[in-house]
């Protein structure tokens, strides 16, 4: 299976920052990269996929790049909604498997 | 396209669990469907689902020969169905659509919560 990491675990920003989080996975990917956005006890909601590209209705502020092994998910100047759970996903071999989850809380 | 899962389920070792989703707003022949599930406290965890490079139905390795997935064309509706329950499957299931390809999952439904507990 390929195993996805992400770096950080969990990171606390204040309304305004710019946050940038990474997704490796243990072997190439190609472009198949999605991130999911989650709050608690919600369902996850897809803002990405295939590594750059904005899911509909997202706002402009998140933002996706990479390829091969190396993701990265950016939000600039981070809204009071943006504080939830991040999650990448890669569907290039089954199982789609996850990465373990970035948690953005509020300084 | 709208995703609807049953409720919650309680149910005792051993025992079996049929989840269904219910998809309105697009034909789910169309779709991928695809099972996820949550631990409490836990990250998001494939179960089974359309894979492309396989072209049919696949379940995650740990769950093969207990997993079973359908769907009813007829109905629009997904069932996921999950036997010889044990503790470690306490968790929030969710039913996710994709696109054909099951390159991305875009509509979730709202989960299911299935408790094992003798």
């Known amino acids: 299976d390929i195993q996805m990491t992400q770096s950080p675990s969990s990171l606390s920003a204040s309304v305004g920052d710019r946050v940038t989080i990474t997704c490796r996975a243990s072997q190439s990917i190609s472009g198949y990269l999605n991130w999911y956005q989650q709050y608690p006890g919600k369902a996850p909601k897809l803002l990405i996929y295939a590594a750059s590209t904005l899911q509909s209705g997202v706002p402009s502020r998140f933002s996706g790049s990479g390829s091969g092994t190396d993701f990265t998910l950016s939000i600039t100047s981070v809204q009071p909604e943006d504080f939830a759970t991040y999650y990448c996903q890669q569907t290039s071999k089954t199982p789609q498997t996850f990465g373990p989850g970035t948690k953005v809380d509020i300084k | 396209v709208q995703v609807v899962q049953s409720g919650a389920e309680v149910k005792r070792p051993g025992a079996s669990v049929k989840v269904s989703c219910h998809v309105s707003?697009?034909?789910?022949?169309?779709?991928?469907v695809h099972w996820v599930r949550q631990a409490p406290g836990k990250g998001l965890e494939w179960v089974g689902g359309f894979t492309p490079e396989d072209g049919e139905t696949v379940s995650a390795q740990g769950f093969q020969g207990r997993l079973t997935m359908t769907e009813d064309t007829s109905t629009n509706t997904a069932y996921m169905e999950l036997s010889s329950l044990r503790s470690g499957d306490t968790a929030v299931y969710f039913c996710?659509?994709?696109?054909?390809?099951?390159?991305?999952?875009?509509?979730w439904g709202q989960g299911t919560l299935v408790i094992v507990s003798s």
């Open positions: 996710a659509t994709g696109d054909y390809g099951g390159i991305y999952f875009d509509s």
């Open positions: 707003g697009y034909p789910l022949s169309e779709l991928s």
